[in-house]
């Protein structure tokens, strides 16, 4: 079992930035790919970006493209998502999520069916 802790969420104002936390225990030793996802209200959850476990390989949605830049540190597991130039579209919970088992091209490509644990979320509020 691995347990995804995020924090870092926060209410901002536009063009500000954040920074988001996640810790993932449970697993020493295992590789993880690390990602983030958000859901707005009424809105699915949408890929955000995503680590591969040496931090050679990232993937972003166009929507945050040049603004958000996500790290890791192997030791312990731990991913960040940089947030700059934050738009009121931002809003949104945003999940961390660890990938064990999943198809890694599918992964790596921001499928959320491809990630096996999740974190309780972290709230970011962006005002106009």
């Known amino acids: 079992q691995v347990q995804v802790v995020e924090s870092g969420g926060g209410a901002v104002q536009s063009g500000d930035s954040l920074r988001l936390s996640c810790a993932a225990s449970?697993?020493?030793?295992?590789?993880?790919?690390m990602g983030w996802f958000r859901q707005a209200p009424g809105k699915t959850r949408e890929f955000v970006a995503v680590?591969?476990?040496?931090?050679?390989?990232?993937n972003y949605a166009d929507s945050v493209k040049g603004r958000f830049t996500i790290s890791r540190d192997n030791a312990p597991n731990t991913v960040w998502l940089q947030m700059n130039s934050l738009k009121p579209e931002d809003t949104a919970v945003y999940y961390c999520a660890v990938s064990l088992y999943g198809p890694y091209q599918s992964v790596i490509a921001g499928d959320p069916r491809g990630f096996d644990y999740w974190g309780q979320g972290t709230q970011v509020t962006v005002y106009s």
């Open positions: 680590v591969s476990w040496s931090g050679g390989d990232t």
């Open positions: 449970g697993r020493a030793g295992s590789t993880m790919t």
